[in-house]
């Protein structure tokens, strides 16, 4: 089983939906299915999803960031599904950065990109980046490229001028 998110594709964000508690509280029954837009005011009722709280610390830190996400994109468009399902991109692009555009905004943050260096972890200088990848047990795969490294930094570099 693939990791499971939430996204706003307008604002190119999201957030992870709970893994299995999802596909069982969510997709199972019928709630959400992969890559079609979310009815976000009837997941918000679920009971049984938002419950997950009480029944592992790991959903109790997850679930209010998964409330907000939806709260703060209610009226966009927002999808459920694994990254290939919701059109989160991949780094199979050739020469082209499309993942570097989107943010993870809470949950377990897989690949770090630069919208999430910038929004948030505050990060202002390409020095605190570099500190921070090769701090990580796992730096992104994409971090092993010279040419993904120099794309990243020019993101970075762009997000940090964006909140000058």
């Known amino acids: ?11 190119k ?10 596909y069982w509280t969510l997709e199972e029954p019928g709630v959400v299915r ?17 419950a997950g709280a009480r ?6 830190d997850l679930l209010p960031s998964v409330r907000e996400f939806l709260r703060v994109h209610a009226g966009h468009d927002v999808r459920y599904g694994d990254e290939e ?11 082209e950065y499309p993942l570097f555009e ?4 809470a949950g377990f943050v897989l690949e770090e990109l630069p919208r999430y260096w910038v929004e948030r972890l505050g990060f202002r200088t390409w020095p ?11 730096p ?12 990243a930094r020019r993101e970075f570099t762009r997000l940090v001028s964006l909140r000058s």
């Open 128 to 138: 605190e980046v570099t500190r921070r990848i090769e701090a990580l047990a796992h």
């Open 55 to 60: 029944d592992a610390q790991w959903l109790a």
């Open 1 to 11: 089983m693939n990791n499971v998110y939430f996204a706003c594709i307008t604002c």
């Open 140 to 151: 992104p795969l994409w971090w092993q490229s010279e040419a993904d490294r120099e794309a």
């Open 34 to 50: 992969h890559g079609e837009p979310v009815n976000v005011k009837l997941v918000r009722g679920i009971e049984g999803y938002w």
């Open 102 to 105: 989107w943010v993870n905004e």
């Open 85 to 95: 399902h919701i059109g989160i991109p991949t780094f199979e692009w050739q020469g």
């Open 13 to 22: 964000a999201y957030v992870d939906a709970g893994y299995r508690h999802a």
